[in-house]
């Protein structure tokens, strides 16, 4: 029957909840500047040239997961940051999916370049410069922190068996 088959397409059955995959970086973009200078203003300041390239991208999509219920099964100071992603049934998102997202990335290199003419054989002497704003790029975290360098562990009720351990805090 027609009416049957509309009726199990109807809209309502459609998904509503859309969400961003784990690989969505919505902005990407580099520049470039060069500046090169002739031979017309003596010895020191000819055939000077300055590049500058600047890359940026957004950060990529990730879950918020939440501490209660985690680390169920075999979950040990060694493979607790990995473990919903080996088991994906220990994961227990405090949000919707891929709904928080990493630091942007940037980075700004320099290259400064001379000419010298020497006994009739061009040479060209350059110093690159290499992440000139000394920034510390957030590639990933974890997610159970949203932290790049802690992972959840020390505050979990997991870890209490291995505070005895001489040095373990330390």
């Known amino acids: 029957n027609i009416g049957e088959m509309n009726n199990y397409y109807s809209p309502q059955s459609v998904p509503v909840t859309t969400f961003p ?17 002739g031979l017309e203003n003596g010895f020191l300041l000819s055939q000077i040239g300055l590049s500058a390239i600047m890359t940026f991208k957004s950060g990529h999509r990730y879950t918020r997961l939440s501490q209660e219920g985690f680390g169920c099964g075999g979950t040990t100071v060694w493979n607790w940051p990995l473990v919903s992603l080996l088991d994906p049934r220990s994961e227990n998102p405090i949000e919707s999916r891929n709904t928080s997202q990493t630091p ?27 992440n000139v704003l000394n920034r510390k790029n957030v590639l990933n975290v974890y997610p159970l922190t949203g932290d790049p360098r802690a992972d959840g562990w020390l505050g979990s009720q997991l870890s209490s068996m291995y505070e005895s351990m001489p040095r373990y805090l330390e």
């Open 21 to 37: 995959f784990e690989y969505d970086v919505r902005h990407h973009g580099s520049m470039f500047l060069d500046y090169d200078q």
């Open 104 to 130: 942007w990335v940037i980075n700004l290199d320099l290259q400064f370049r001379k000419q010298f003419l020497i006994e009739g054989v061009e040479v060209e002497m350059y110093v690159n410069i290499l």
